[in-house]
């Protein structure tokens, strides 16, 4: 079976500043998907980051980026430049084969809670 | 609008009642899902279906159905509700053909079962 572990049930930044979450992951499998992704307050999921595990290369968005470590398992999400609308819920997620089937299984790690303090 | 809506977003219903929450979709997905959230489990799937005459159980199935009226909707089922099915539910679409087959959510319906 799949996991994913967030060692971190909580942590806190200043506004402005940089903050890494991480995640680890065991799985036989080659290939996968990684995905981080937010709940703030009002609960909603969204979307933050996703890596292919065959692309060396880490991934990127705005202010949010991983840092892909294939061999180590290792999948952390970095935030520069801190806002307060960061604060949320950070969830790591993995995807792969669902078993005998051609789509993906998609498994969540426990969460990060992350506070940006003014 | 949003593309993936769940309704109710809240409800709170007594031990043995039966209730449905509903999940509809516009990004014309194929895939739906739904999944429950426990404080400190994370998500965690209760049924999955790949088109309308496809349905999968997932992690936790027990306790709950579900139904794909359309390719627009899916409803999960609580036949008879007990107070540990407290949770907060997610409804979530794919689609398989759009390069990483990532996973979109609804808003949550927060039940509460007494």
């Known amino acids: 079976a799949q996991t994913v572990t967030q060692s971190q049930p909580e942590m806190s930044v200043q506004e402005a500043e940089t903050v890494t979450l991480s995640c680890t992951y065991d799985?036989?499998?080659?290939?996968?998907?990684l995905f981080w992704y937010k709940q703030p307050p009002s609960r909603q999921m969204i979307l933050v980051i996703r890596?292919?595990?065959?692309?060396?290369q880490n991934a990127t968005e705005n202010r949010f980026s991983v840092n892909f470590q294939k061999a180590a398992k290792s999948f952390s999400l970095k935030i520069s430049d801190s806002q307060l609308g960061d604060t949320a819920m950070y969830f790591c997620a993995f995807m792969t084969h669902f078993s005998g089937a051609g789509s993906y299984q998609l498994t969540f790690g426990k969460g990060t809670k992350l506070s940006v303090i003014p | 609008d949003a593309d993936v809506t769940q309704t109710p977003r809240n409800r709170i219903t007594k031990t043995g009642k039966r209730i449905m929450l509903e999940c509809s979709q516009t990004k014309g997905h194929d895939r739906m899902y739904w999944y429950r959230q426990d404080p400190g489990l994370g998500l965690r799937l209760i049924y999955y279906?790949?088109?309308?005459?496809?349905?999968n159980k997932g992690e936790i199935s027990d306790g709950y159905s579900v139904s794909r009226q359309a390719q627009a909707k899916f409803s999960l089922s609580l036949e008879s509700a007990i107070p540990n099915q407290t949770a907060l539910y997610f409804c979530?679409?794919?689609?398989?053909?759009?390069?990483?087959?990532?996973?979109?959510f609804g808003p949550g319906t927060r039940l509460l079962v007494l």
């Open positions: 979530a679409t794919s689609d398989a053909g759009q390069g990483i087959e990532t996973q979109y």
């Open positions: 799985t036989s499998e080659s290939n996968y998907y």
């Open positions: 890596q292919e595990a065959y692309k060396q």
């Open positions: 279906s790949f088109d309308v005459k496809d349905i």
